[in-house]
């Protein structure tokens, strides 16, 4: 069992930034990849970005070039830099991990998801 809670969220004005946090407890050791997802009122949850093992990263075409993800192995956290902000950006943000072998764009096979944290832009 994975245990990831996110933080960081909160209300900003278009243009601003965000700094979202998720850390992960349990067996971490078999985190193998990480998710960063967000669900808007409506619509079906999308990946915004992907951290694979191995330095593996991709970060969904709509926030490429003003969200970066990271994360830090040692201290079991996974972070997303969300800058230049769109009222279009608002949503709940989840982190989520993937215990196989993969790194997948699709929601459906991460294990475990944190429970989420809400992004509001205003125009």
């Known amino acids: 069992q994975v245990q990831l809670v996110e933080s960081g969220g909160g209300s900003v004005q278009a243009g601003g930034s965000l700094r979202l946090s998720c850390g992960y407890s349990g067996d971490t050791a078999s985190a193998n990849a990480v998710g960063w997802f967000r669900q808007a009122p409506g619509k079906e949850r999308e990946a915004v970005a992907r951290?694979?093992?191995?330095?593996?990263?991709h970060i969904s075409s709509f926030a490429t070039g003003r969200f970066n993800a990271s994360r830090d192995n040692l201290k079991n956290t996974a972070f997303l830099q969300m800058n230049s902000l769109k009222p279009e950006d608002s949503a709940v943000y989840y982190c989520a991990v993937i215990t196989s072998p993969a790194c997948p764009l699709d929601a459906d096979p991460y294990n475990f998801w944190g429970q989420g944290t809400q992004v509001t832009v205003s125009a």
């Open positions: 951290l694979g093992p191995f330095g593996f990263k």
